[in-house]
């Protein structure tokens, strides 16, 4: 079924998925827009949102044994598991916290305050709550960072510039499973292979918040210790961040009740509304999963929607790069250069960094929105993207980033008004 150029979504089915979502084709005062910074934000499932609104209306506690509290219950169980289905994880802990970054800072702390070790290894294009927490940590615990630089022409970072920082007193790697900026993925399959060659007990936590919503996840297949991602950016709702953890990691020192068992994170009442909306976004990809397999497994058909949504994605992608409808690609508008665009299109997640000939990010993202278009610049005085693009030598880039939820017409309507700008910019 994979094609290194990706297959598209039918025409009938591309009208169900967004008429699935709020705001793809308007925005809420009903005008005409294109967003494409769902790298940012993300499109919202109306189911989600709808389960999030049924759900948190309850004023039941969850923690009772009356009918409606076991019935929150039984939505969290469901959403824990759903969580599993995403990961595919058999055991460990599930965590929610306010949001991925929560988790993220909770989990680099519990390993690098209770692991020896001297030193810690991650890398230049790390979100700044993974890289920032790996920094504090290490300043805290008298441990030596080690990063890994980032590779300009592919966006990403090579396994060999990782690995090769790890040895036998490396207390943590951690690693994003794809850049937000670039796009690029990063081979976590050989990365956790390689890094555990290196120290068989080493822990290792993923950054998966950018690239959960684009391509299936398998921690079977990737054994790692602990993971993140943030429901807000996979169609779901602000107000929760996703962690599992293995079993050794949970049991580590962490706050926690202390008449909890030692591999609860969860502090205080559960949220059953957050957990009822991982089930409608599983619902959702079940669903894309069960207009092309007989599955009766929900794991299976979840895997089956996440291969059928990165498929769509990479031929978008395909189509921003090289046109679509008569109108010309990124790769060859004039006044347009595209960054880190290296051919494999399955080392790419959809996001493309481009720049104009003689107008910088900020200006460009304005021209943008003036024309219904919405993205976002990056730029290397943000706190959020600075690190990364000093390390590409750029001081700056217009990030584009569709959702599956976008066809072949909007990547086309987006071309035409890049085209537009290019040429205002070229005649100022």
């Given at each position: 079924?994979?094609?290194?150029?990706?297959?598209?979504?039918?025409?009938?089915?591309?009208?169900?998925?967004?008429?699935?979502?709020?705001?793809?084709?308007?925005?809420?005062?009903?005008?005409?827009?294109?967003?494409?910074?769902?790298?940012?934000?993300?499109?919202?499932?109306?189911?989600?949102?709808?389960?999030?609104?049924?759900?948190?209306?309850?004023?039941?506690?969850?923690?009772?044994?009356?009918?409606?509290?076991?019935?929150?219950?039984?939505?969290?169980?469901?959403?824990?598991?759903?969580?599993?289905?995403?990961?595919?994880?058999?055991?460990?802990?599930?965590?929610?916290?306010?949001?991925?970054?929560?988790?993220?800072?909770?989990?680099?702390?519990?390993?690098?305050?209770?692991?020896?070790?001297?030193?810690?290894?991650?890398?230049?294009?790390?979100?700044?709550?993974?890289?920032?927490?790996?920094?504090?940590?290490?300043?805290?615990?008298?441990?030596?960072?080690?990063?890994?630089?980032?590779?300009?022409?592919?966006?990403?970072?090579?396994?060999?510039?990782?690995?090769?920082?790890?040895?036998?007193?490396?207390?943590?790697?951690?690693?994003?499973?794809?850049?937000n900026i670039s796009g690029a993925k990063?081979?976590?399959?050989?990365?956790?292979?390689?890094?555990?060659?290196?120290?068989?007990?080493?822990?290792?936590?993923?950054?998966?918040?950018?690239?959960?919503?684009?391509?299936?996840?398998?921690?079977?297949?990737?054994?790692?210790?602990?993971?993140?991602?943030?429901?807000?950016?996979?169609?779901?709702?602000?107000?929760?961040?996703?962690?599992?953890?293995?079993?050794?990691?949970?049991?580590?020192?962490?706050?926690?009740?202390?008449?909890?068992?030692?591999?609860?994170?969860?502090?205080?009442?559960?949220?059953?509304?957050?957990?009822?909306?991982?089930?409608?976004?599983?619902?959702?990809?079940?669903?894309?999963?069960?207009?092309?397999?007989?599955?009766?497994?929900?794991?299976?058909?979840?895997?089956?929607?996440?291969?059928?949504?990165?498929?769509?994605?990479?031929?978008?992608?395909?189509?921003?790069?090289?046109?679509?409808?008569?109108?010309?690609?990124?790769?060859?508008?004039?006044?347009?250069?595209?960054?880190?665009?290296?051919?494999?299109?399955?080392?790419?997640?959809?996001?493309?960094?481009?720049?104009?000939?003689?107008?910088?990010?900020?200006?460009?993202?304005?021209?943008?929105?003036?024309?219904?278009?919405?993205?976002?610049?990056?730029?290397?005085?943000?706190?959020?993207?600075?690190?990364?693009?000093?390390?590409?030598?750029?001081?700056?880039?217009?990030?584009?980033?569709?959702?599956?939820?976008?066809?072949?017409?909007?990547?086309?309507?987006?071309?035409?008004?890049?085209?537009?700008?290019?040429?205002a910019s070229r005649v100022e």
């Amino acid at each position: 079924m994979s094609s290194r150029q990706g297959q598209l979504f039918s025409e009938s089915l591309m009208k169900s998925i967004k008429d699935r979502f709020h705001y793809v084709d308007h925005d809420v005062d009903g005008r005409a827009r294109l967003f494409f910074d769902n790298a940012g934000g993300s499109f919202r499932l109306k189911s989600a949102l709808d389960a999030f609104a049924r759900i948190d209306a309850l004023p039941d506690c969850p923690e009772r044994i009356h009918e409606r509290a076991l019935y929150l219950q039984d939505i969290q169980a469901r959403g824990e598991a759903d969580i599993r289905h995403i990961l595919n994880a058999r055991d460990g802990s599930v965590y929610l916290s306010l949001t991925a970054s929560a988790a993220m800072f909770e989990m680099v702390r519990a390993v690098m305050e209770n692991v020896s070790g001297t030193n810690a290894v991650t890398t230049i294009l790390e979100h700044p709550s993974s890289f920032d927490a790996m920094k504090l940590y290490c300043e805290r615990t008298s441990k030596e960072l080690r990063v890994a630089p980032s590779n300009a022409e592919t966006g990403g970072v090579d396994v060999d510039a990782i690995v090769s920082l790890i040895d036998d007193d490396t207390t943590l790697l951690s690693v994003m499973y794809a850049s937000n900026i670039s796009g690029a993925k990063l081979d976590i399959a050989s990365i956790v292979e390689q890094a555990r060659a290196r120290k068989p007990d080493l822990f290792i936590i993923v950054d998966a918040v950018q690239h959960a919503p684009h391509a299936v996840i398998d921690l079977q297949k990737t054994p790692v210790d602990g993971i993140n991602f943030a429901p807000y950016k996979f169609f779901g709702c602000r107000g929760a961040g996703v962690a599992w953890l293995s079993e050794r990691l949970a049991e580590l020192p962490h706050h926690r009740l202390d008449a909890k068992e030692k591999g609860v994170w969860e502090l205080g009442s559960p949220a059953p509304a957050q957990f009822a909306v991982v089930s409608a976004i599983v619902d959702y990809v079940a669903w894309i999963g069960a207009q092309f397999s007989d599955a009766q497994d929900r794991r299976e058909l979840f895997v089956q929607g996440m291969q059928r949504i990165e498929e769509h994605e990479r031929a978008l992608l395909a189509l921003l790069l090289d046109g679509v409808d008569g109108q010309r690609g990124l790769r060859g508008m004039d006044g347009v250069r595209v960054f880190w665009d290296h051919d494999d299109l399955t080392r790419r997640d959809l996001i493309a960094g481009i720049g104009f000939d003689g107008l910088d990010p900020t200006s460009a993202v304005r021209a943008y929105e003036e024309r219904g278009v919405i993205v976002y610049e990056r730029v290397a005085t943000s706190l959020y993207s600075g690190r990364m693009l000093k390390s590409f030598g750029l001081d700056g880039a217009v990030r584009v980033s569709p959702l599956h939820c976008h066809g072949p017409s909007d990547i086309a309507g987006f071309l035409a008004v890049t085209n537009e700008i290019a040429s205002a910019s070229r005649v100022e």
